[in-house]
T-cell receptor
């Protein structure tokens, strides 16, 4: 039972445009939501997080939005750059053990 | 900079073999995790540990066990390897839980033949 879902396996955008990656979750006990980026042959690297008490968190070109009523979050990358091409994982933590659950990932391709 | 090192990058083992995947972190983190990554399924939690000698089952512990004798080392054990355990295995560590990201190793791609 996947508690964190990324329904788009891939996304392609033009350099300089906005990339929007989406994520849905089912467990209302999650306290924090995170995004990771993964290049081939490397482990995922932490990108940005948001607490469940906030609806927006920004870090440079990356902004995460949280809609708790819809159990939905999104990652916006503006402007997108070719170096952003990677697989992006959405994750959520909380509950009894406070461990982290991951989505299936979205492969982002930014075309020059 | 925290470093999480997984001992093998690629591993090929035979069905029925006992397999050890080693993970070492160098920043005194309390928390360590083992995930497997499969296409279309993302990262699934196998086991985790919040302290030495402590271990907790994740979502898919069947066929696996773990050992944490020292704080910096967390080993994943496949008691009797099967072909459905062919996967990418990722170890991670963290100082805190919650909104703090994990630091992952580069992964071990295990093939069971």
């Amino acid at each position: 039972d996947q508690q964190v879902k990324q329904n788009s396996p891939s996304l392609s955008v033009q350099e300089g445009r906005i990339s929007i990656l989406n994520c849905d979750y089912t467990n209302s006990m999650f306290d924090y939501f995170l995004w990771y980026k993964k290049y081939p042959a490397e482990g995922p690297t932490f990108l940005i997080s948001i607490s469940s008490i906030k609806d927006k968190n920004e870090d440079g070109r990356f902004t995460v939005f949280l809609n708790k009523s819809a159990k939905h979050l999104s990652l916006h990358i503006v402007p997108s750059q070719p170096g952003d091409s990677a697989v992006y994982f959405c994750a959520a933590s909380g509950g009894r053990n406070n461990d982290m659950r991951f989505g299936a990932g979205t492969r982002l391709t930014v075309k020059p | 900079d925290v470093k999480v090192t997984q001992s093998s990058r690629y591993l090929v083992k035979r069905t029925g073999e006992k397999v050890f995947l080693e993970c070492v972190q160098d920043m005194d983190h309390e928390n360590m995790f083992w995930y497997r990554q499969d296409p279309g399924l993302g990262l699934r939690l196998i086991y985790f540990s919040y302290d030495v000698k402590m271990k907790e089952k994740g979502d898919i512990p069947e066929g696996y066990s773990v050992s944490r004798e020292k704080k910096e080392r967390f080993s994943l054990i496949l008691e009797s390897a099967s072909t459905n355990q062919t996967s990418m295995y990722l170890c991670a560590s963290s100082l805190l839980t919650g909104g703090y990201g994990y630091t992952f190793g580069s992964g071990t791609r295990l093939t069971v033949v």
